[in-house]
């Protein structure tokens, strides 16, 4: 069975750094597509960033420049670092792989961006 657990969420000033971790439990270089989505109140889920097939890195324009997603082999995660973190990036952030054609999520982790 499949399962995705993340870890690093909480609460950061404006401005502030946080990283993201999530451990699956399968080898990463087994996986087709990975990446991280948020939901904010009120609002649908979005794509933050993907790895893709290709192993490009893709990133939504409210995050580029300020957020690095990253795969480690070894430990086999998926990273999310969040830099200049600004109270609109406040919401429940997904770690997701899509693996032998079927997709996962993990239960998500709370990030508050707030003074």
């Known amino acids: 069975q499949v399962q995705l657990a993340e870890s690093g969420g909480g609460l950061v000033q404006p401005g502030g750094s946080l990283r993201l971790s999530c451990s699956v439990s399968v080898s990463i270089f087994a996986i087709t597509t990975m990446g991280w989505y948020r939901q904010a109140p009120g609002k649908e889920r979005e794509l933050v960033a993907l790895?893709?097939?290709?192993?490009?890195?893709n990133y939504s324009d409210s995050v580029k420049g300020r957020f690095t997603i990253s795969r480690d082999g070894a430990k086999d995660t998926i990273d999310l670092q969040m830099n200049s973190l600004k109270p609109e990036d406040t919401a429940i952030y997904y770690c997701y792989i899509r693996h032998f054609r079927k997709d996962y999520w993990g239960q998500g982790t709370q990030v508050t961006v707030s003074s």
């Open positions: 790895i893709p097939r290709d192993r490009t890195t």
